[in-house]
């Protein structure tokens, strides 16, 4: 059964600190890996990673995908209060078109 | 550009009442996706479609039905709604690389 596992489940920090997300996965036909934030709303995209993409940046935010041990980090640098959200990650499935989801990671930034 | 839709935006139901959710993109996918969040939970699959005319089981469907007779919209209906389904109900589009979601339904059966 395909999995998608995150930790930690949640984090508080600091404004100025860096952190780093986790995402495993088990999927069969796994063609990519999603990362969304989600405030008090829907889930907006972040970055996906595939075969061909294992590195995005955007401003402060990075993410990896490590092909060979079937994981992703999501990296945070100079966090600020408005990056206090749940951080999904999903993993899509190629031959059953589904998007499997992990159980987000809660974090909250302090002022 | 409208991308995803849903209506309503919320609802309270009592016990054993039905309703319909709607959903509608506008962005010619193919693939659209119901899934429910609850705390601590993530996003589950409820249904989803691969084309106009197509659905098929996510990981909860019980108690729920879906049908996708036009290729931009993709209604999700709960016969007899039950307390358990008391959720946030999201729907989502892809080409099968980013997923585009709606705004949520804030669905409370009492």
């Known amino acids: 059964e395909d999995k998608v596992v995150q930790s930690p489940l949640s984090l508080v920090v600091h404004e100025g600190d860096t952190v780093t997300l986790n995402c495993s996965y088990e999927?069969?036909?796994?063609?990519?890996l999603l990362w969304y934030k989600q405030e008090k709303k829907a889930p907006t995209f972040l970055f996906m990673l595939t075969s061909s993409g294992i590195e995005k940046k955007s401003g402060r935010l990075s993410s990896i995908l490590d092909k060979k041990e079937l994981s992703s980090i999501l990296n945070i640098t100079a966090t600020q209060t408005g990056d206090s959200a749940i951080y999904l990650c999903a993993a899509y499935n190629s031959g059953t078109y589904k998007y499997i989801f992990g159980t987000g990671t809660r974090l909250k930034v302090l002022a | 550009n409208a991308g995803v839709t849903q209506t309503p935006k919320f609802r309270v139901l009592k016990t054993g009442q039905s309703m319909t959710l709607l959903c509608a993109q506008d962005?010619?996918?193919?693939?659209m996706y119901w899934y429910r969040q609850d705390p601590g939970m993530g996003l589950r699959l409820i249904h989803y479609?691969?084309?106009?005319?197509?659905?098929a089981k996510g990981e909860v469907p019980d108690g729920y039905n879906v049908s996708r007779l036009k290729k931009q919209n993709f209604l999700l209906g709960l016969e007899s709604a039950a307390p358990s389904q008391t959720s946030v109900y999201f729907c989502a589009s892809t080409d099968a690389y980013e997923q585009y979601f709606g705004p949520g339904t804030r669905l409370t059966v009492t």
């Open positions: 962005m010619n996918h193919e693939y």
């Open positions: 999927v069969t036909n796994f063609r990519s």
């Open positions: 479609s691969v084309g106009e005319g197509t659905t």
